[in-house]
């Protein structure tokens, strides 16, 4: 590989580069749902986002009842114990999936070696790879089972490697951000009262939406209104829908 | 400083049978979240019982010992759910689905934490058991590792591409350049180089290759280039055919746990049938109601509970750990305590010679002049220069002897390395450059009169009965020939009287000549040498010394891979052995402590003797505890209270293992 640019390439050779490159051309392409930021990031800002809209919704629903603040904390105890599990439950059953596509890539390059020298070199063929280069390109790729797994499922496939964080550490940033969220109303609630609980929900959610758009590298401000707006709209249809239904 | 990015590796994921820890998908870092889950969840789950034993003590926190229950139940009870449900979809019974059964029928009859405790033990041997077969596991997986999965291969036009095994077809030509392990049988074509086998054999020394010599995968080339042909396909290699070997001697070995499971799917089907049928004849035959605290579902459900192989689950896996606890602070490994069993049992030790019952590094033993004469000392020091930058065992051998002798190396000029046959250099003597040349006997063979050539060919012929290594040397007009023998392990010795005071037949097997075999066996009092075993005599005899007299086997290199899976126990010698030896073997000797093999005997005498006493003990209990209650001769809180005393009992009793055994 004489002639690379060590830092064009990255350390890498310039088929690992090509690699690279493509993959990160079809995330681009993907619709995003926060699949840059970090699992666990991602996982605790959503839960902290709905809790704050739980918050929001609890507190005016069922203003006036006794002991409010009691219940509630109750019942996010409860819901925090069901999405901290829920989310390793969900990330363990996607990893269950790519496995499962990784062994059926495997047995494909292991029982149908020449169909898939044809299918890797078409991908090749159509990044502009001919005649000797394009057949020496193969080779390599071929030669080495590691590496033709890597670039079947990455190329062919369209997924990332080594990207993912384990269910168990994406649970607790499930459980810290719903713990977050859950000290930023007891704290609205013990300094401003219910209007603390509901300031308290707003800016958990406008919080963890910030914080998404960082890590996604998407713009801040619409994110942060928009999801805050979004919580305003859910909170609106409840409230004025049950002051409908009640004034029937 | 940035480290270095590990290189996913697949094949390694897909023989951890898509493991989290080795998922591609995952970041390196989170792989390790993934490790030992299911023991880390046993042990939370163990303490949250505790904690559920300790917080019911007070009224008024009863609900939060309700509250760890659940998460027993939800941490071990859920797998355990899990499995028994596939089990019973595959209609099977067996002691799975009785301890799930039992546990969560215990919340029908008001006693979850009973459930509870037995989904604890329950998880724990498993957890135990899992880790056992995942080394098991890992022993074929090294195996795949010797043989690099990729060659270049030489096309007809000449150029080179790289190829998988898998696309190399026989007759192929394959480049093997200097460092490089050969990945399939072949011949060699073309160049002249040495091959390292210490690790596929056992031999210390490289063997030298040259135009149609046989070359085996696996092997590493040290020195030059080599082409080879490819004579066999990748299934029918050198390195296949030590998989196979070791995969049908694993599946030829016989194992206690095969006994277990067929008498444990036995039992629940007795037990779960008796159930059954106690709920159905209990108020047929006694007037006794179905329901009520007095009822026969009650009862039967009781039953179910208390004759739940608690104390037997509980007695064996501690009575193992506390063994190989108290093993492995003595530097010797075991992977699973069903081994010390398998060891009590055997009647013969059988050890490998090179690297076992040897250290494997070569001593000088003495010089033969064949032509002209001069001391010793003069010889050694005109090679070491030659040999201080050779990775050669005789290289080493050469320079440890001049170190002992106190010997400085001679000034040198012109060094040159011969692939495959030696060193050529000059060395200063006396104000005079001489030439020297060390190497095999090939290298200066043909600067030998035909009289010399004869009486050097006697002289290698004498030494290689004799077991020893040889290098030719020419210093001006002196010729000598160095020998050079393997070491002996200075425990050696003892541990084989100390064994054949304990009545065990001690026999030595070798790919040797026989005169050198005899020669260590008498040195050491083994009784019995096999000597000029190639693998499949070696396999032969420790069938037959495994079915004769239960055989445990000691060795260290790739090739003793097979015969320690095949032997009833196989032991592996920890540092410097092959990588494969060790996992093939059931225990690892870590500093390779052949004294601890007599007490390792003991051991297993001891914990033989303490598991019969649990298993007696935990038997009785289901006895005398189980029956009674049903029939209402015993209150059902006094079976529970006999069915935990028992086996915390057999708990305790196990621990005794700890120590060392007295007799």
């Given at each position: 590989?004489?002639?690379?640019?060590?830092?064009?390439?990255?350390?890498?050779?310039?088929?690992?580069?090509?690699?690279?490159?493509?993959?990160?051309?079809?995330?681009?392409?993907?619709?995003?749902?926060?699949?840059?930021?970090?699992?666990?990031?991602?996982?605790?800002?959503?839960?902290?986002?709905?809790?704050?809209?739980?918050?929001?919704?609890?507190?005016?629903?069922?203003?006036?009842?006794?002991?409010?603040?009691?219940?509630?904390?109750?019942?996010?105890?409860?819901?925090?114990?069901?999405?901290?599990?829920?989310?390793?439950?969900?990330?363990?059953?996607?990893?269950?999936?790519?496995?499962?596509?990784?062994?059926?890539?495997?047995?494909?390059?292991?029982?149908?070696?020449?169909?898939?020298?044809?299918?890797?070199?078409?991908?090749?063929?159509?990044?502009?790879?001919?005649?000797?280069?394009?057949?020496?390109?193969?080779?390599?790729?071929?030669?080495?089972?590691?590496?033709?797994?890597?670039?079947?499922?990455?190329?062919?496939?369209?997924?990332?490697?080594?990207?993912?964080?384990?269910?168990?550490?994406?649970?607790?940033?499930?459980?810290?951000?719903?713990?977050?969220?859950?000290?930023?109303?007891?704290?609205?609630?013990?300094?401003?009262?219910?209007?603390?609980?509901?300031?308290?929900?707003?800016?958990?959610?406008?919080?963890?939406?910030?914080?998404?758009?960082?890590?996604?590298?998407?713009?801040?401000?619409?994110?942060?209104?928009?999801?805050?707006?979004?919580?305003?709209?859910?909170?609106?249809?409840?409230?004025?829908?049950?002051?409908?239904?009640?004034?029937? | 400083?940035?480290?270095?990015?590990?290189?996913?590796?697949?094949?390694?994921?897909?023989?951890?049978?898509?493991?989290?820890?080795?998922?591609?998908?995952?970041?390196?870092?989170?792989?390790?979240?993934?490790?030992?889950?299911?023991?880390?969840?046993?042990?939370?789950?163990?303490?949250?019982?505790?904690?559920?034993?300790?917080?019911?003590?007070?009224?008024?926190?009863?609900?939060?010992?309700?509250?760890?229950?659940?998460?027993?139940?939800?941490?071990?009870?859920?797998?355990?759910?899990?499995?028994?449900?596939?089990?019973?979809?595959?209609?099977?019974?067996?002691?799975?689905?009785?301890?799930?059964?039992?546990?969560?029928?215990?919340?029908?009859?008001?006693?979850?934490?009973?459930?509870?405790?037995?989904?604890?033990?329950?998880?724990?041997?498993?957890?135990?058991?899992?880790?056992?077969?995942?080394?098991?596991?890992?022993?074929?997986?090294?195996?795949?590792?010797?043989?690099?999965?990729?060659?270049?291969?030489?096309?007809?036009?000449?150029?080179?591409?790289?190829?998988?095994?898998?696309?190399?077809?026989?007759?192929?030509?394959?480049?093997?350049?200097?460092?490089?392990?050969?990945?399939?049988?072949?011949?060699?074509?073309?160049?002249?180089?040495?091959?390292?086998?210490?690790?596929?054999?056992?031999?210390?020394?490289?063997?030298?290759?040259?135009?149609?010599?046989?070359?085996?995968?696996?092997?590493?080339?040290?020195?030059?280039?080599?082409?080879?042909?490819?004579?066999?396909?990748?299934?029918?290699?050198?390195?296949?055919?030590?998989?196979?070997?070791?995969?049908?001697?694993?599946?030829?070995?016989?194992?206690?746990?095969?006994?277990?499971?067929?008498?444990?799917?036995?039992?629940?089907?007795?037990?779960?049938?008796?159930?059954?049928?106690?709920?159905?004849?209990?108020?047929?035959?006694?007037?006794?109601?179905?329901?009520?605290?007095?009822?026969?579902?009650?009862?039967?459900?009781?039953?179910?509970?208390?004759?739940?192989?608690?104390?037997?689950?509980?007695?064996?896996?501690?009575?193992?750990?506390?063994?190989?606890?108290?093993?492995?602070?003595?530097?010797?490994?075991?992977?699973?305590?069903?081994?010390?069993?398998?060891?009590?049992?055997?009647?013969?030790?059988?050890?490998?010679?090179?690297?076992?019952?040897?250290?494997?590094?070569?001593?000088?033993?003495?010089?033969?002049?064949?032509?002209?004469?001069?001391?010793?000392?003069?010889?050694?020091?005109?090679?070491?220069?030659?040999?201080?930058?050779?990775?050669?065992?005789?290289?080493?051998?050469?320079?440890?002897?001049?170190?002992?002798?106190?010997?400085?190396?001679?000034?040198?000029?012109?060094f040159k390395a011969h692939a495959g046959r030696g060193l050529s250099a000059e060395v200063e003597s006396k104000g005079k450059w001489i030439p020297v040349k060390i190497g095999n006997r090939a290298f200066l063979e043909e600067e030998l009169t035909p009289e010399q050539q004869t009486l050097l060919a006697e002289k290698s012929d004498e030494a290689k009965r004799a077991g020893q290594l040889i290098a030719v040397m020419k210093v001006g007009e002196t010729l000598a020939l160095f020998r050079f023998e393997d070491t002996l392990r200075p425990e050696a010795k003892e541990a084989v009287t100390q064994l054949k005071k304990q009545g065990l037949h001690v026999a030595m097997l070798t790919g040797d000549h026989r005169e050198n075999g005899e020669r260590v066996a008498k040195e050491l009092g083994i009784d019995e040498p096999f000597s000029e075993l190639k693998p499949e005599d070696k396999l032969r005899h420790v069938t037959e010394l495994s079915s004769d007299k239960g055989l445990v086997m000691v060795g260290d290199g790739i090739n003793d891979a097979p015969a320690l899976t095949r032997a009833n126990v196989g032991v592996a010698m920890g540092s410097g052995s092959a990588t494969t030896a060790t996992q093939a073997a059931d225990v690892i000797?870590?500093?390779?402590?052949?004294?601890?093999?007599?007490?390792?005997?003991?051991?297993?005498?001891?914990?033989?003797?303490?598991?019969?006493?649990?298993?007696?003990?935990?038997?009785?209990?289901?006895?005398?505890?189980?029956?009674?209650?049903?029939?209402?001769?015993?209150?059902?809180?006094?079976?529970?209270?006999?069915?935990?005393?028992?086996?915390?009992?057999?708990?305790?009793?196990?621990?005794?293992?700890?120590?060392?055994?007295?007799?």
């Amino acid at each position: 590989m004489c002639g690379n640019d060590p830092v064009h390439f990255k350390g890498k050779d310039a088929v690992g580069h090509v690699v690279e490159a493509q993959v990160g051309g079809i995330l681009s392409k993907a619709e995003i749902h926060g699949e840059e930021a970090p699992d666990h990031i991602a996982a605790g800002a959503d839960t902290a986002r709905e809790l704050g809209l739980f918050a929001l919704l609890f507190w005016t629903l069922f203003y006036g009842v006794d002991s409010l603040y009691t219940l509630f904390a109750f019942f996010i105890l409860g819901w925090t114990v069901w999405r901290t599990g829920r989310s390793a439950w969900l990330s363990w059953a996607r990893l269950e999936r790519l496995h499962r596509i990784v062994a059926e890539e495997k047995w494909e390059i292991d029982h149908h070696r020449d169909q898939e020298r044809e299918e890797l070199k078409a991908l090749y063929e159509a990044k502009g790879f001919t005649g000797k280069l394009l057949d020496e390109v193969i080779d390599v790729l071929m030669s080495d089972g590691d590496r033709l797994l890597r670039v079947m499922l990455e190329e062919e496939l369209g997924l990332t490697l080594e990207n993912q964080q384990h269910p168990l550490q994406i649970a607790i940033g499930s459980l810290a951000g719903a713990l977050i969220s859950f000290a930023l109303t007891t704290v609205g609630y013990f300094t401003l009262g219910f209007y603390g609980v509901l300031f308290a929900g707003l800016f958990s959610i406008g919080v963890a939406s910030g914080l998404l758009a960082h890590y996604n590298k998407n713009r801040i401000t619409p994110a942060v209104l928009w999801n805050l707006g979004l919580a305003v709209l859910a909170w609106s249809f409840a409230v004025f829908l049950l002051q409908a239904f009640e004034n029937l | 400083m940035t480290k270095e990015k590990e290189a996913i590796v697949f094949d390694e994921f897909f023989e951890m049978g898509l493991d989290d820890r080795k998922s591609p998908f995952l970041t390196p870092q989170s792989r390790r979240w993934g490790v030992n889950l299911f023991l880390k969840a046993s042990l939370l789950s163990l303490f949250l019982l505790l904690s559920s034993y300790l917080l019911a003590l007070h009224p008024t926190l009863q609900p939060f010992a309700s509250l760890a229950l659940v998460g027993v139940y939800f941490l071990v009870g859920v797998p355990a759910l899990i499995d028994s449900v596939d089990d019973l979809l595959n209609l099977e019974l067996n002691i799975d689905v009785l301890m799930t059964l039992a546990a969560f029928s215990s919340i029908l009859i008001g006693s979850p934490a009973e459930g509870a405790m037995l989904l604890v033990l329950f998880a724990i041997s498993g957890a135990m058991a899992d880790a056992v077969s995942e080394k098991a596991k890992s022993a074929i997986s090294s195996l795949y590792k010797i043989a690099p999965t990729s060659a270049t291969v030489i096309l007809e036009d000449g150029s080179r591409a790289p190829r998988s095994v898998k696309d190399i077809q026989v007759g192929d030509k394959v480049l093997i350049r200097s460092g490089e392990v050969i990945p399939l049988d072949g011949v060699v074509v073309d160049g002249i180089s040495s091959l390292n086998l210490v690790h596929l054999t056992g031999e210390s020394l490289p063997i030298p290759k040259e135009v149609g010599d046989e070359v085996p995968s696996g092997a590493e080339n040290l020195e030059g280039t080599l082409t080879i042909r490819v004579t066999k396909p990748q299934a029918e290699s050198t390195v296949s055919r030590i998989i196979d070997l070791v995969t049908s001697a694993q599946e030829a070995k016989p194992k206690l746990q095969h006994w277990f499971e067929k008498f444990s799917k036995r039992y629940a089907t007795t037990i779960i049938a008796l159930s059954g049928f106690f709920i159905l004849a209990l108020p047929l035959f006694f007037g006794i109601p179905y329901t009520g605290e007095e009822g026969s579902i009650y009862r039967s459900v009781a039953f179910l509970i208390a004759a739940s192989p608690c104390a037997l689950i509980i007695a064996t896996p501690i009575a193992y750990l506390s063994a190989i606890s108290t093993s492995a602070k003595k530097g010797v490994l075991l992977k699973g305590g069903i081994i010390f069993d398998a060891i009590y049992k055997c009647g013969a030790v059988a050890f490998d010679k090179t690297g076992t019952l040897t250290t494997g590094e070569l001593h000088f033993a003495n010089v033969d002049f064949l032509q002209g004469e001069t001391s010793v000392d003069t010889l050694l020091q005109a090679a070491a220069p030659l040999e201080e930058g050779a990775i050669h065992p005789i290289a080493k051998a050469f320079l440890s002897e001049c170190e002992e002798r106190k010997l400085a190396p001679l000034p040198m000029r012109g060094f040159k390395a011969h692939a495959g046959r030696g060193l050529s250099a000059e060395v200063e003597s006396k104000g005079k450059w001489i030439p020297v040349k060390i190497g095999n006997r090939a290298f200066l063979e043909e600067e030998l009169t035909p009289e010399q050539q004869t009486l050097l060919a006697e002289k290698s012929d004498e030494a290689k009965r004799a077991g020893q290594l040889i290098a030719v040397m020419k210093v001006g007009e002196t010729l000598a020939l160095f020998r050079f023998e393997d070491t002996l392990r200075p425990e050696a010795k003892e541990a084989v009287t100390q064994l054949k005071k304990q009545g065990l037949h001690v026999a030595m097997l070798t790919g040797d000549h026989r005169e050198n075999g005899e020669r260590v066996a008498k040195e050491l009092g083994i009784d019995e040498p096999f000597s000029e075993l190639k693998p499949e005599d070696k396999l032969r005899h420790v069938t037959e010394l495994s079915s004769d007299k239960g055989l445990v086997m000691v060795g260290d290199g790739i090739n003793d891979a097979p015969a320690l899976t095949r032997a009833n126990v196989g032991v592996a010698m920890g540092s410097g052995s092959a990588t494969t030896a060790t996992q093939a073997a059931d225990v690892i000797l870590l500093h390779n402590n052949l004294e601890r093999l007599p007490w390792l005997f003991k051991k297993s005498k001891q914990t033989r003797h303490i598991i019969a006493q649990n298993l007696t003990l935990a038997a009785s209990v289901i006895l005398f505890a189980t029956t009674p209650a049903l029939l209402g001769i015993i209150p059902l809180w006094l079976a529970v209270v006999l069915h935990e005393g028992g086996t915390i009992l057999v708990g305790l009793n196990a621990l005794r293992l700890l120590r060392d055994p007295i007799f």
